[in-house]
């Protein structure tokens, strides 16, 4: 297997972000996700980027072939030639084959989709729990990471506040949108034989091993 072209896909609070790092550091993968390399089209005033800037200044959504065209100019990039993990897209079917349309003409494909599932009863509990200090931002979980005084910040003492976005009823309402998307995906890449599943309620590690060993044996499979 010359490249590892991965998607990695879950719900808020599944733990993507801990996992992208592990797998970046397994692999030595570039993180690629939409939103910071439009950002970085932009700002870089790429012909693709003033196209993208057009569009966000109007306050419309970038259109599906601009935003594949901005991740291929990433994607192009020295740093990418061994693979990829690609966070934030497709978020629908057509921006999955207007991807997989992309790559075949670059002469590449993807590897597999990474599913980090968690159920909402778990995703409503880990995010609804977190606690954010007033003054500086210090963050805690009334569950895995309690401050040893109740709504008390350790370092600097002041209130801690639960933010709106971790309110469980705004939760909620992520839940739908992301199940509304993703599901159908799921389906996309399981009848293409691409998608791996992860059991994100286990420990960080356990998952991280799991991932590790399930992208050995796809590097076997490939090798026989």
Known sequence: MSELNLILVGPP????GTQAERIQQDFGLPYFATGNILRKAVTDG???????????????????ELIVGVLLEALDGAEATDGFLLDGFPRKISQADALAEALEKVGRKLTAVLLIDVPDEEVIRRLSGRRTCA????TYHVDFDPPKHEGVCDQDGSKLIQRDDDKPEVISKRLVTYHDETEPLVEYYEARDLLRRFDGTRTPTEVHDHIRATIATLRLEDAI
Do not use: I, S
């Open 13 to 16: 609070g599944a733990g993507k």
């Open 46 to 64: 790429t012909e693709l980027g003033k196209q993208a800037k057009a569009y966000m200044d109007d306050g419309k959504l970038v259109p599906d």
């Open 135 to 138: 003054k500086n931002g210090h």
